[in-house]
């Protein structure tokens, strides 16, 4: 444990990940993220480790790949246009079985979207935005405290079960500063043991090791014996944390930066005497479907708070299986909740209103749309262009 | 009696899969006589490809790692720089470095990493098929340039040895041919150069093989062989294009 210092979101991750015995960094620049490469470019030299700027983010993942197959606690970092560039190498990282620690500091999407935080890539980490089927551990923090300690849970999660962890944070998380320290002891991975698997120099006569994605016949036997961890990383690993649950009529769930929202609105709503609680996933994948059974035990309504158009709200229908109405209070593409846009949806949920409510379908009440072709424009055929 | 030649203890005792007349069970030969040779087998780890050669983990005895189409160059950068103290090569097809791997064998050069590169250059993409490759001849037949690569619609052949010959960080390029005793043992220089440069801690180094494709090329390996003589060595010039090892 080390004393309480004020530091940037990103800088107490990429602090955390040298802690935690991170010796291997590879990334490519991109805004709000690039406070992690550039804390690594000035301090994991010094550490004893490497700092590669890839030439993209396809090769700096594919860096890690190389590096983790030599059990080098190995890390890379992005926001979310990186991060679907990184997918080709997550999926052969998952396929291959090696640990590693991937970042995505979210930004609004689709596309280039916008530098502004936002959690729109839920679909993407928790489904396996890859090729195949394959998970990845995600954890989901909420405050630069937990940024900074989750590398460490990261990697030995990653290890103990050879497949990569993603820390899914977002921008504004990755930019604010907080009061934070570090609740563990720095790890030094030189005397960390080798793994049995791991590419390496002086075999002394062990049997060569291959690192490989490709398994052919074995294909389906591999998948399914993998399968077997995933199964049990369900059962032991989900990760939660819980506010006024036990009395609430509203059980409000979110996660990440939506989650600090939320717990000022469980304060404002009680204060008005509105019971709300909080369910707060801290692993995405496996998500704690059971405990949030039991939060929401008794509560009337369950609304999801997220920074998304309706993307962590299907793996909380999916949990309660039609046990309770389900509602989604969204804030897509960088929109922000706080407590003063949270409460009318908890209202609404409670009396059947639709303020603060999302649902797609209603939203497109009155709405018709169609893109149509213009020959007056000119016709595609006529290279000398329209009039 | 007196044992001439055995096969080297860096290759395997396994059958390989590559078509009969196919140049790459030589260039895998070559490299682990280099490994014996140089004394450094307990130190290398490859970095084996997509294409044909992505069962070449399965005929090296040293430590490997296979990786996505066109990744090598990262993957060992990867490698390397978390054991430098070893010996890394990627061995890397036509498709896989110089078209879907174009940015990371560029940068690889760009940043000098102490990798050897192995670059087999065969003019077309033979595990999937015969479709074709960055480096197909101008009026090569592939089945994705049924009438033959047209400059007009498919551009010219591209020389990596004399593209990346530009870059600064790139150490030693080589380009050599397995088409006959002559040129195999000139290849064999070529590679144990390129390893002895990474043991030195020189820089960058490949080494491009023009190798023949029977199978994709739809000749007889002796026609095969006359192909590269005849049509890929005037586009594809034998020779040494870059030497920086000795400084």
């Known amino acids: ?387 | 009696m007196t044992i001439l030649a055995q096969r080297p203890k860096s290759l395997l005792d396994v059958p390989m899969h590559y078509c009969p007349g196919c140049g790459h069970g030589i260039v895998h030969r070559l490299m682990a006589e280099t490994f014996d040779e140089l004394n450094i087998a307990d130190r290398v780890i490859g970095v084996a490809p997509v294409g044909c050669a992505v069962f070449a983990d399965s005929y090296f005895a040293c430590d490997m790692v296979q990786g996505a189409h066109g990744r090598g160059p990262a993957i060992a950068t990867g490698i390397k720089r978390s054991k430098p103290g070893a010996i890394v090569f990627s061995y890397q097809g036509d498709g896989d470095l110089a078209s879907i791997g174009m940015a990371e064998i560029v940068h690889a050069a760009v940043r000098s990493e102490k990798i050897t590169v192995i670059f087999i250059n065969n003019a077309i993409y033979g595990m999937t098929g015969g479709q074709m490759a960055p480096t197909t001849l101008v009026g090569q037949v592939a089945t994705t340039a049924p009438k033959g690569r047209d400059p007009e619609l498919q551009g010219w052949p591209i020389n990596m040895c004399e593209m990346l010959a530009q870059i600064t960080g790139s150490k030693y390029l080589a380009r050599v041919a397995v088409d006959s005793p002559q040129n195999v043992i000139k290849a064999k220089q070529a590679i144990k150069k390129a390893f002895e440069n990474q043991v030195n801690g020189v820089g960058f180094s490949m080494v491009e093989v023009l190798s023949q494709c029977p199978t994709n090329w739809h000749a007889d390996p002796m026609k095969a062989l006359e192909f590269v003589r005849t049509k890929m060595m005037p586009q594809y010039p034998l020779g040494v294009f870059k030497d920086e090892g000795a400084k």
């Open chain 1, 1 to 387: 444990m080390t004393e309480k210092t004020l530091r940037k979101g990103n800088e107490a991750l990429a602090e955390g990940a040298i802690r935690a015995g991170c010796r291997f960094f590879a990334g490519y620049p991109i805004t709000p993220q690039n406070e992690v490469p550039e804390y690594m470019s000035a301090n994991m030299a010094d550490a004893g480790g490497a700092f590669v700027q890839a030439e993209s983010e396809v090769a700096a993942i594919n860096m890690v790949y190389g590096a983790a197959s030599t059990g080098t606690r190995s890390m890379t970092s992005s926001s979310s246009p990186g991060v679907s560039l990184k997918q080709e190498g997550i999926t052969y990282l998952a396929s291959a079985d090696l640990p590693c620690l991937i970042v995505n500091v979210m930004r609004g999407g689709p596309g280039l979207g916008s530098i502004s935080g936002a959690q729109g890539d839920y679909f993407q980490a928790t489904r396996g935005g890859g090729n195949g089927d394959y998970h990845v551990i995600v954890l989901a923090p909420n405050s630069v405290e937990e940024l900074g300690n989750f590398p460490k849970l990261a990697f030995d999660l990653a290890e103990k079960y050879r497949m990569p962890c993603m820390i899914l944070a977002d921008g504004i998380l990755g930019q604010m500063m907080e009061s934070m320290s570090f609740n563990f002891d720095p790890v030094d991975p030189n005397q960390l043991g080798k793994f049995d698997w791991a590419v390496d120099i002086n075999k002394n006569g062990r049997k060569k090791n291959n690192v490989f994605s490709y398994k052919g016949d074995n294909l389906i036997a591999d998948v399914v014996e993998r399968a077997k961890r995933y199964g049990y990383i369900e059962k032991t690993e989900p990760r939660f944390e819980t506010r006024q649950t036990e009395d609430c009529d509203v059980l409000l769930v979110a996660y990440g930066l939506s989650s600090r929202a939320c717990m000022e609105a469980v304060v404002k709503g009680r204060e008005e005497g509105l019971k709300v609680g909080l369910f707060r996933p801290i692993t995405l994948w496996p998500f704690p479907s059971e405990a949030l059974r039991s939060a929401a035990k008794n509560a009337k309504a369950v609304v999801c708070v997220e920074q998304s158009l309706g993307q962590l709200v299907q793996d909380v229908k999916l949990a309660l299986n039609g046990a309770k109405p389900v509602y989604l209070n969204a804030y897509p593409a960088g929109g922000q909740p706080d407590g003063g846009t949270i409460l009318p949806a908890v209202k609404s949920a409670l009396n059947g209103g639709t303020e603060g409510l999302f649902d797609l379908q209603r939203h497109a009440e009155g709405f018709s749309y169609e893109c149509k072709r213009d020959a007056s424009l000119g016709v595609q055929g006529d290279w000398k262009g329209g009039k």
